[in-house]
């Protein structure tokens, strides 16, 4: 079992710049990749960025490429999402997860969200 608490969350203006961590608990080694994904009302959700545990391999969506980051510190077992440039197109509920893949079976976590709402 995992458990991912997110923080980070704020009200910004078009243009800043925000830093969103999630911090993974429980069987944090047996984690295969991170990621963050958003939803807008009315939106699904979708990935904004994925980071896998072996190799350090990233993935974006092409909307955020150049302006966000995803990072992961192994020894806080926390991963970031670092937003910068931002917009109001921005504005979701951004969510972590956490992917564990077994032999037979994968399961997924995810962390109940935090808000980012970039005003114009």
């Known amino acids: 079992q995992v458990q991912l608490v997110e923080s980070g969350g704020a009200l910004v203006q078009a243009g800043g710049s925000l830093r969103l961590s999630c911090a993974a608990s429980?069987?944090?080694?047996?984690?295969?990749?991170m990621g963050w994904y958003r939803q807008a009302p009315g939106t699904q959700r979708e990935l904004v960025a994925v980071?896998?545990?072996?190799?350090?391999?990233?993935n974006y969506a092409d909307s955020v490429k150049g302006r966000f980051t995803i990072s992961r510190d192994y020894a806080k077992n926390t991963v970031y999402l670092q937003m910068n440039s931002l917009k109001p197109e921005d504005t979701a509920v951004y969510y972590c997860?956490?992917?564990?893949?077994?032999?037979?079976?994968?399961?997924?976590?995810w962390g109940q969200g935090t808000q980012v709402t970039v005003s114009s």
């Open positions: 997860n956490a992917v564990v893949a077994g032999t037979l079976i994968q399961s997924v976590y």
């Open positions: 429980g069987s944090i080694s047996s984690i295969n990749a």
């Open positions: 980071i896998n545990t072996s190799g350090g391999r990233t």
